[in-house]
């Protein structure tokens, strides 16, 4: 048997991901300005880092409960009724997890059987189609659209809908296209999940970054929701907490349960520091979230007009830190544009196809990165894009 | 606080151009409104934030707790403003508990210091008494740390 045969089938059929061959060519050069990171640029707020290393000092190092530590559990109910409106029984219908990305993962392996259809909208997060196929499910990816900023219309789901479609995920606000959904468009997906009893995924991980006073609605708290709603957030993006690798999944008893069986074997619980770092970030951090949220607006605000007026369109996205513009005016496929933007002017971005086909002609560009290093590379952009043209130009009398 | 507020209290060398990207306005919005927190007092002048230890400034700041007695009609307020229109002073406060005015001083030297509260301060007819202190190392300025930690590198791309 060869190497490559010892590999499970379903594994083997997994791409690799179109951000890591580009992540290798970053790598090896300097001084280059990324808008490529999916990671706050600021550092954990020192309380939470604090209250790690209190956490060490009064030797708290052993096991916690599979579920979580029972005040964390508490804190993360009382704060999911609080500002999504939706009630959550701390002992037994919250699952402290490794991140929102294993939570996924729990809540698909839980949820399928071989060859259950999940509906996602797309571009959507790197690890959504890969992760439907590693639980032995089939990925249905539904495309989304600039014309219609990037949201997901019940219309375009109805399209997708067979009878064996089981789950409908979604990700609002959006990584990679900043897209939020409105109380109505979400009323018009649940009434859809109800008709044909789907089960929803919703990964809120970026709830808390949305902007110019929109509220941000979870599809949980809809009538008739709960029941069949599976809940994940986590503490990365809004406490910029990544590296502690902290996220939770709020649900029904019964689908918790089956969640924490396979968390219980694969993981058996969260690292308890960082657990008790994440109670410090609900107890103490909402003035540093309304900090980092208005940094976040300005440096959106800034970022969407330079690619508005440089020719690249984007629409202003209302949440997390991504802007999706345009590029096809270029005349370059996202991967080139990305590649040739690399190597001419040391600025990185993500092609828009790392995150499924329907991102092609598109580029992701976070904003969590300091004001100074974006506008130097706005400056260098548009500086790309006029070359660019001039370029296209010859090429066009030269023919 | 205002957001364009917000912004100069921290970088208030932003050109007009980029607040106004910031604040999705234009820049002679921006200025119009900057004019008019000048005029209104709302913005009092624009100050660098300096680290003595690179600047290797010779200054040298004192902290003085300040007791004194109150007045019928005015209560602290005219010996406070007498106080602050010191030049060596950089900063008067009314404080509650132990003493009642928290002054900074920077002056030249410690001599150049104790000569300004032996003559100036302590003579003042109100005050009962001081209780000076120096500073010997600064840790952070104004909201500024002043020794970083070195910077974790991130992932130059991440999902």
Redesign the interface.
């Known amino acids: 048997m060869s190497q490559q045969e010892k590999i499970a089938r379903h594994v083997a059929g997994i791409g690799r991901s179109g951000i890591r061959d580009f992540f290798e060519i970053v790598q090896s050069m300097e001084d280059v300005i990324s808008l490529g990171i999916g990671e706050p640029d600021f550092d954990t707020p020192w309380h939470i880092r604090e209250a790690a290393i209190y956490s060490l000092e009064q030797g708290r190092t052993g096991y916690s409960s599979n579920l979580g530590t029972p005040e964390l559990r508490q804190a993360i109910a009382d704060y999911v009724a609080k500002h999504y409106g939706v009630s959550y029984e701390g002992r037994t219908e919250v699952l402290v997890t490794v991140g929102v990305s294993e939570a996924i993962d729990l809540a698909l392996r839980a949820l399928l059987n071989p060859g259950d259809e999940v509906l996602y909208h797309e571009p959507c997060y790197v690890s959504y189609n890969p992760s439907v196929a590693l639980a032995h499910g089939v990925p249905v990816s539904i495309p989304t659209h600039s014309e219609d900023e990037f949201r997901l219309t019940a219309t375009e789901l109805a399209k997708k809908i067979t009878p064996k479609s089981k789950v409908l995920m979604l990700n609002f606000p959006c990584n990679p296209t900043g897209a939020t959904q409105t109380e109505e468009e979400l009323r018009q997906l649940a009434a859809l999940c109800v008709e044909h009893d789907l089960v929803v995924i919703t990964d809120e991980i970026y709830s808390e970054l949305v902007y110019s006073g929109s509220r941000h609605v979870s599809i949980a708290a809809l009538p008739g929701m709960r029941e069949r709603t599976i809940f994940l957030h986590g503490f990365s993006k809004a406490f910029a907490m990544t590296g502690f690798r902290i996220g939770y999944a709020c649900a029904p008893v019964e689908l918790i349960e089956a969640m924490m069986k396979i968390h219980q074997y694969g993981i058996l619980c969260a690292p308890v520091t960082a657990q008790d770092a994440a109670l410090e970030a609900l107890q103490n951090g909402a003035r540093d979230v309304r900090h980092m949220r208005r940094e976040y607006e300005m440096r959106r605000n800034f970022i969407v007009r330079s690619l508005n007026e440089m020719g690249l369109e984007c629409f202003r996205p209302q949440g997390a830190f991504y802007v999706f513009p345009d590029i096809r005016s270029t005349g370059l496929a996202s991967p080139e544009f990305s590649l040739r933007l690399l190597r001419a002017k040391n600025v990185a971005v993500v092609p828009g196809t790392a995150f499924g086909p329907s991102g092609a002609g598109f580029i992701r560009c976070s904003y969590a990165t300091g004001l100074p290093e974006i506008k130097e590379a706005m400056g260098r952009l548009a500086e790309f894009v006029v070359e660019t043209a001039g370029a296209r130009q010859r090429e066009r009398v030269s023919a | 606080m205002d ?1 364009l507020l ?2 100069l209290s921290h970088h208030a060398r932003t050109s007009l151009e ?1 607040l106004a ?4 306005s234009t820049p002679a919005a921006v200025e119009q409104r900057i004019q008019e927190l000048e005029a209104d007092g709302s913005i009092r002048g624009y100050q660098a934030i300096l680290d003595p230890q690179k600047t290797q400034s010779d200054l040298v700041t004192s902290i003085i707790e300040v007791k004194i007695a109150p007045e019928r009609g005015g209560g602290f307020d005219r010996l406070a403003q007498r106080i602050a229109k010191f030049d060596q002073v950089e900063s008067c406060y009314l404080m509650s508990g132990g003493y009642d005015l928290l002054v900074i001083v920077e002056g030249a030297s410690l001599q150049e210091i104790s000569q300004f509260i032996a003559e100036k301060l302590s003579t003042i007819k109100g005050i009962l008494s001081t209780a000076t202190h120096f500073r010997l190392k600064s840790y952070k300025e104004k909201g500024t740390l002043l020794i970083q930690d070195p910077r ?1 590198n ?6």
């Open positions: 957001a917000e912004l980029d990207r910031e604040l999705n974790a991130r992932l130059p791309v991440a999902p």
